[in-house]
């Protein structure tokens, strides 16, 4: 079936330097996620995307954090600079419309040391 | 505070009994849905459900809306079964799905 991408598993990444997820939603996917979940803890969501604009953004989605979908490529989480609290699994999803649940990628960890 | 409250925290069975999950949510939402996380941290959807009842397999799922709770019911649980149960609601209809801390269900053979 749809698969969500996110290549690699697992960065690592000194703090204070940029650092751009990615992910490779399901191609006709018209909405786009990022969650953050820290080892053990909630899922917490950070921002969702639309027609090329955030619709919604949480407390976590700091200053620091950008999001864009160029040319319908990758959907990319961009931090600049990172910071220690950062480190986290960072989730990816995408959906077709807003009545459908968001498919989800595997996840790639961050570690900011 | 919280908007998604979900109980048990934790659940251990033994293969082939059955469990029942609660979701309690503090604002009305038009979308519900229930997930799964593996011990190895994928997701994924079982149910989508902002009200009555729906069937898939050995799943159950009872949204009373007005009473801001759902519930999943598994039957027969297998080892198989064990992993973390989400539940998540949209609380601003902006779809942006925020999670519950979830159910962490043990099932032993």
């Known amino acids: 079936g749809p698969k969500v991408l996110q290549i690699p598993s697992h960065q690592i990444i000194d703090m204070g330097q940029m650092v751009t997820l990615n992910c490779d939603p399901v191609?006709?996917?018209?909405?786009f996620y990022w969650y953050k979940q820290i080892l053990g803890q909630q899922m917490e969501f950070l921002v969702n995307?639309?027609?090329?604009?955030?619709?919604?953004k949480s407390k976590l989605f700091k200053d620091q954090f950008s999001v864009e979908r160029p040319d319908g490529s990758y959907f990319t989480l961009k931090i600049q600079p990172t910071a220690l609290e950062d480190s986290a699994v960072y989730f990816c999803?995408?959906?077709?419309?807003?009545?459908?649940?968001?498919?989800f990628g595997e996840g790639t960890r961050l570690s900011v040391l | 505070g919280q908007q998604v409250q979900q109980s048990p925290s934790s659940l251990v069975l033994q293969e082939g009994e059955n469990a029942e999950l609660q979701c309690n949510f503090s604002?009305?939402?038009?979308?519900l849905q229930w997930f799964y996380q593996s011990p190895g941290g994928s997701l994924v959807s079982l149910l989508s459900?902002?009200?009555g009842t729906k069937h898939t397999g050995r799943l159950t799922s009872t949204t009373v809306t007005k009473e801001r709770r759902s519930s999943l019911h598994i039957s027969s649980s297998q080892t198989t079964d064990s992993g973390t149960y989400l539940c998540?609601?949209?609380?601003?209809?902006?779809?942006?799905?925020?999670f519950g801390a979830g159910t962490k269900l043990t099932v032993k053979p």
């Open positions: 459900n902002p009200s």
């Open positions: 995307f639309y027609n090329g604009k955030v619709m919604e």
């Open positions: 604002s009305t939402a038009t979308q």
């Open positions: 998540a609601i949209d609380p601003n209809n902006n779809n942006a799905p925020r």
């Open positions: 999803a995408s959906s077709l419309d807003s009545n459908q649940a968001p498919l």
């Open positions: 191609s006709n996917h018209l909405y």
